[in-house]
């Protein structure tokens, strides 16, 4: 009877040996994938220098969790365009630099967005779900107001479908704030390549890069166009029951896309992904939504003093932060994509 009670007890005391083994090596994981993530994040956040500068710089700055997520989402955009445009380069593909300045005025409009160009009141307006307010904002357009005002006091919408078509009037002020920029910088080339002489290759070059950008602000305004009319339709007969989406982005894809040279088959195609699309942008909602919930309440746990609080606390922020910005980049390199299609449909049609 004594070896089997031995046999069992050494058994136990195995087990007991084993799991706290296991928690060592768990706790060690953990603490490894931590230092892990200070590394990267001593390393920098960005494989770009001047990217990584603007992240320190948004960091000092009073931007609420979801604005940083979403400029993360831009920035890592961007490191994968100027990466690809690094390579490009060089192996002698972008002789004429069209591609180098597009992504100059990319970051432009990034830095203008997040309010970091330097100029007061650049920052461009919030489109997301989480604020849906609709007295504090100004739209800074007196066509949009008046369209605004007649909507609101029509008796046409529900509370709700009033918060979906305030977020097209504020996803269009973003656009026409785009475009101006776009414009401006356009501007500022064309007083330069003016007071040139000289008609030497590296100007005809630069012609060539203007009428590109000429060719972007063409079709970033007949989007526009397109926007207010649809705005102006909605506001005065109400929203289609029959309507297949309901995100401004979506909404403006499908528009573009009806309008560029697809055939039917093609346009069929694009609708179904523009569905996968809507679903990918409502899933970014929730965890937008999620996230700014988690920093409210990690706001009042660090007042409170508890430690084990704030700590589980903190670990839920972190992976929901992380969540967001992962969205955050699929999504946009999602509109990337389904954007630079429509532009090559919309091309084929001037041709």
Do not use: C
Not at 30 to 35: I, K, M, S
Not at 287 to 311: A, F, M, P, R
């Amino acid at each position: 009877m004594a070896a089997p009670r031995a046999l069992a007890a050494l058994a136990a005391a195995l087990l007991l040996a084993a799991a706290g083994q296991a928690s060592k090596y768990s706790r060690e994981a953990n603490e490894g994938l931590a230092a892990a993530g200070g590394k990267r994040r001593e390393a920098g956040e960005f494989r770009v220098v001047r990217l990584n500068q603007i992240w320190e710089k948004a960091q000092r700055l009073h931007l609420s969790a979801v604005k940083l997520a979403e400029l993360h989402s831009d920035l890592k955009i961007q490191e994968k365009d100027e990466l690809s445009w690094k390579k490009l380069k060089a192996e002698g593909l972008d002789e004429d630099g069209e591609k180098e300045a597009k992504l100059r005025r990319n970051l432009n409009v990034i830095m203008t967005k997040y309010g970091m160009n330097g100029k007061k009141d650049s920052q461009l307006v919030d489109t997301n779900y989480i604020k849906d307010g609709t007295e504090s904002d100004t739209l800074d357009d007196p066509r949009l107001e008046k369209l605004w005002s007649k909507a609101k006091t029509s008796g046409k919408f529900s509370d709700e479908e009033l918060n979906k078509l305030w977020r097209e009037f504020k996803h269009h002020k973003e656009k026409i704030h785009e475009y101006n920029i776009l414009l401006e910088t356009v501007s500022r080339t064309e007083d330069i390549h003016k007071n040139v002489i000289n008609p030497s290759e590296e100007n005809l070059v630069k012609e060539e890069i203007l009428h590109n950008k000429h060719r972007e602000l063409k079709e970033k305004l007949r989007s526009i166009n397109q926007g207010f009319e649809r705005l102006r339709k909605v506001s005065h007969q109400g929203y289609d029951t029959t309507s297949e989406f309901e995100e401004p982005r979506v909404i403006d894809l499908w528009d573009m896309a009806k309008s560029a040279n697809f055939t039917e088959k093609e346009l069929e195609s694009f609708r179904e992904e523009l569905k996968h699309f809507e679903a990918k942008i409502e899933k970014h909602h929730h965890y937008q939504k999620q996230l700014e919930i988690s920093h409210q309440k990690l706001k009042h746990v660090e007042g409170t003093g508890d430690k084990e609080h704030l700590n589980r606390n903190k670990e839920k922020y972190a992976m929901l932060e992380e969540k967001t910005k992962e969205l955050g980049y699929k999504v946009k390199k999602h509109l990337q994509d389904l954007s630079s299609r429509i532009s090559q449909g919309l091309q084929h049609n001037e041709l």
